[in-house]
């Protein structure tokens, strides 16, 4: 068997390995759907906002605003970390909103992001 040939194999797999290790580290966890979906135009304003993670989380942030104003809703900060959360929403009106969120992730990296959505009586069925 050639050596050579068996190291510079030896190193590629390695390297390799590293790599998908260095992804693995890196990866954060996200917000896999919401609903109302980000950038959705619905009829009616939903009674409640649900969020659902790539893996499970402590919401720690959820914001919801309507023209730089804040909607009340019935959020609290989450103690006990979960892939999916229904938070009701009682206020809500026609509009466009943005919902601000974060949340601490197994890693223990706080992760945030926003998205936006339209309640619009006169629009089409609800995608």
């Known amino acids: 068997m050639n050596t050579q040939l068996f190291t510079n194999g030896l190193r590629g797999a390695f390297l390799v390995l590293c790599l998908f290790a ?3 580290a890196s990866a954060h ?3 896999k759907e919401s609903t109302p979906a980000a950038d959705a135009t619905v ?3 939903p009674a409640h906002i649900n969020l659902v993670f790539t893996a499970p ?3 720690i942030k959820l914001e919801v605003l309507a023209g730089g104003q804040a ?3 019935r959020f609290a ?3 006990e970390a979960v892939a999916s959360y229904v938070i009701d929403t009682p206020a809500m009106k026609p509009g466009n909103f943005t919902v601000n969120w974060a949340a601490i992730g197994a890693d ?5 992001n ?7 009586p006169a629009a089409g069925s609800a995608p």
Do not use: Q, W, Y
């Open 22 to 24: 260095a992804n693995l």
């Open 29 to 31: 966890t996200g917000l």
């Open 43 to 45: 009829k009616e304003p």
């Open 57 to 59: 989380v402590r919401l």
């Open 71 to 73: 909607v009340p809703t």
């Open 77 to 79: 900060p989450s103690s």
């Open 108 to 112: 223990g990296h706080t992760v945030s």
């Open 114 to 120: 926003t998205f936006s959505f339209v309640v619009d």
